[in-house]
């Protein structure tokens, strides 16, 4: 029988580190920018954050010469074809479509106005499932958007069902689930398991869990790449509460 007390520190760890990162971090100011700019373009690359690296789904805006609701409105599904590819995106076809059906989407059941989807909502719940019915948003995005919106433009700050937030496990955040000994190898693929381990873990707000494992998956565990264990804050120089450092 698993003793989850024994997690304790490194879940401690997890979100002082987590609450450092926000106060600190540069994608909040990047989401930030993206809502006042419009709306619509955070809804858009939530869209496109999936099988692609995040910084490639975040940084699609960019290559818009386009401010208004209305001139979104124009753009082609040849257009954003381009756009995508040229944002280095692999699945432009498939996301292409999906922009079309979301600009249309956003525009029949919001006039245009995307924010309508957190600021007129009364929980997170009702955000996820504002997310959901955008055709090739699942659970995992949907979360994320939320996620995103908590922590960086205050939304939901009166909400009453934080503790319902589940965390959005991508490669990063399993592998240092594995690595914590949260699961264990036979598990580590399993996306239930992580789910309801970050509730049992952190049951008023698994979600803050969330960014953590995703930044120190990223850079300093790095899936694919050379591991940085010796400046990793779970690493045995910090916090060493890293249950297999220095494997892969």
């Avoid at 280095?88 to 996301?95: C, D, E, L, P």
Wanted: glycine share 4%; charged share 25%; net charge positive.
């Amino acid at each position: 029988m698993t003793d989850f007390s024994q997690f304790t520190p490194a879940v401690k760890m997890l979100l002082e580190y987590g609450n450092k990162l926000v106060y600190e971090s540069t994608e909040g100011k990047l989401i930030r920018a993206i809502i006042k700019r419009n709306p619509a373009f955070f809804v858009l690359c939530c869209v496109a954050d999936k099988n692609v690296d995040a910084s490639i789904a975040w940084k699609i805006p960019d290559l818009v010469p386009y401010d208004s609701f209305a001139e979104l409105e124009k753009i082609t599904d040849q257009q954003w074809q381009e756009i995508l590819t040229h944002a280095g995106y692999n699945r432009s076809i498939k996301v292409s479509k999906e922009y079309v059906l979301a600009i249309r989407h956003m525009r029949e059941k919001y006039d245009g106005h995307a924010d309508k989807i957190w600021t007129e909502s009364k929980s997170f719940a009702e955000i996820i499932v504002k997310f959901l019915e955008f055709q090739g948003v699942g659970k995992k995005i949907a979360t994320m958007a939320a996620n995103m919106l908590h922590r960086y433009a205050n939304v939901g700050d009166n909400f009453l069902d934080e503790h319902f937030m589940d965390i959005s496990p991508d490669t990063h955040v399993k592998q240092i689930f594995n690595k914590l000994g949260f699961v264990d190898n036979e598990h580590k693929n399993n996306t239930d398991i992580i789910v309801y381990m970050a509730r049992a873990l952190n049951p008023t707000a698994p979600y803050k869990l969330d960014y953590p494992c995703f930044y120190i998956g990223k850079n300093y565990c790095k899936k694919r790449g050379v591991p940085h264990c010796q400046d990793c804050p779970l690493g045995p120089k910090k916090a060493n509460v890293c249950k297999s450092p220095h494997t892969r």
